[in-house]
């Protein structure tokens, strides 16, 4: 078995300090409720380009990047007792030496860290399981037959379950649920 955790939404949360160079950068006012669909941008009337730049930005603040929950050091772990777990990211290539620094930081290993362009739908990489929070991956992982579990964000609400598609709140839901689709 052969797992793909996302890390952004997922494991880490930078969207208080995405959210406040927003504000700052475009003089506006949002907060994370604000942020209930994936193309959010098009909501504030700002490019695509403008907030990749800004979220690229927010990650040279890495050291103030919260984790989503507590205990993901170990509750990766546990994963990884399942088969081989991979941190698989989406994103510009820039941002992965802050990113290697976040991850020393909150001392989560993985057996491999895959990094993909930002576009790239990663239900064509070969794995039986994946962990996301975006509504674009996880739905093209569930059409693709692989097991889609989707990281509750206000992002993703739209997103329904089906037999597939999975929503799990916490990583001990990911345990859970990895577990029973194991037996
Ligand atoms: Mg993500």
């Known amino acids: 078995m052969k797992i793909a955790v996302d890390l952004d939404g997922v494991l880490a949360d930078a969207s208080k300090i995405w959210m406040r160079l927003l504000n700052e950068k475009f003089d506006i006012l949002i907060d994370k409720n604000d942020v209930d669909q994936w193309d959010f941008w098009k909501k ?30 170990q509750k990766i772990q546990v994963i990884r007792g ?36 930002e576009y790239y739908l990663k239900g064509n990489l070969d794995y039986d399981i994946f962990v996301d929070d975006s509504p674009i991956q996880i739905t093209e992982i569930a059409n693709l ?20 598609l999975i929503r799990v709140r916490d990583f001990t839901e990911v345990i859970e649920v990895i577990n029973d689709y194991k037996i």
Do not use: C
């Open 145 to 164: 037959g692989k097991l889609a579990l989707v990281y509750n964000q206000p992002w993703n609400s739209h997103i329904s379950s089906r037999d597939n």
């Open 44 to 73: 504030i009337g700002i490019s695509k380009q403008s907030f990749e730049d800004v979220f690229d930005e927010a990650w040279k603040e890495w050291q103030s990047i919260d984790e989503t929950e507590t205990g993901l050091q």
């Open 82 to 117: 399942f088969g081989k777990t991979d941190l698989v990211t989406a994103r510009n290539k820039k941002t992965m030496n802050d990113v290697m620094k976040w991850l020393e930081m909150s001392k989560i290993t993985f057996d491999e860290i895959v990094v993909v362009d």
